[in-house]
């Protein structure tokens, strides 16, 4: 009766699904690096090409809207992440940079729909009030996800010896095999409101475009240099690698869901604040460092401060219309992705010439998201998207 009960919860949907994603997608990001710099001899100019090829899906995530004119989107969110698992299934198989792209590709389609999906549902389906507290429980489960997945990945490679290629094929199998429990398990559960079907650029939502646009810049090169840096400067082993992405798991799992709080204490403006200074002063940091213990310190502080990002998702959301949900989530995965799409091959190259120019061009986006955050009100509501319509109410 219990788990009867379980299955009937939109929000356990939503809880299970974000177990999922990074049980398997966190397999294929630790040991990224290492597999591409072993395997199929990459540099930092193959490295840019393989991101900026797994973002062009992020782009296109805007396509997710026409989908939901065939099928159900709860029913498209758990195919996209059966997709992701099959991609990184096939991953190991491949282990040349032609077939890196391929399988690169294919797991990112799903991982990509997957996120526009899982995002729109949990803003239509949990209340405006709640909404900034669940985002927090949901990076805790990734979070456990993730702790579950490095701390495997360090017994199975460090101690039994497993090749890149069993750990792809098992996490990838299993996530498979789950996601389809999942899909035959849950009951579709209706929208709230019905969405919109077509695609939706307002004006009124420019502010929440442009940090988003901001947000998915300088969040490239945390992605893709961050731990490239760890692996090229500092000679980093898969289980140096995976002990660092468990350390900040483990913060984020402890910390996560209290920052959830924060922003419903403090606000959006205030904690955005917060997290574009902190992230300028940790890029110029990377820009400099030379101890490989302060780097990874580093890592762990810019890790724990993405989830402050949750932010911008709380901001939106009190600012839309609800029939808006669904099309926004997807053009905002797209505007998250036109910088993207170009960052990491452009900074490849950057990088092979210097890389501490890299991060300071990180600081640089920064420092334009922290501009941008000064233009949020204090209490976001339709009809008060920006301070100066917060400011000219009170004038009245």
Known sequence: MKLNAFFQKPENLLLSMAFLMPLVFSVWMVLLNNFVIEKANFTGIEIGILQSLREIPGFLAFTAIYLLLFIKEQRLAIISLGITAVGVTLTGYFPSVYGLYITTIIMSVGFHYFETL???????WIDKDKTAHFMGKLLSVKSAASLLAFSTIWVVMDQLAWTYQTTYAFFGGLTLILTIILGLSFKNFPPKTEQNKKLILKKRYWLFYALTFFGGAR?????????????????????NVSAL??????????????????????????????EYIGLVLLFVSYGLVSNEYVAAALYVIDHLLFAFAIAIKTYFQKIASPEDIA???????????IAAVVIPALLGMVWVVNSSWVFFIGAGFAMCSFALSLLIPYVPAIGTELRAHELAQKNR
């Open 118 to 124: 899982n995002q729109s549902l949990t803003l239509q």
């Open 219 to 239: 969040r490239q090169i945390f992605v893709v240099f961050a731990g490239f840096l760890m692996v090229e400067k500092f000679d980093y082993s898969v289980a």
């Open 245 to 274: 992405f468990l350390v900040n798991y483990i913060f984020n799992w402890l910390f996560a869901a209290k920052i959830g709080k924060l922003i419903a204490k403090f606000g959006e403006r205030n904690i955005l604040k917060f």
């Open 327 to 337: 099309s926004t989530a997807g053009v905002s995965f797209s505007i998250n992705h």
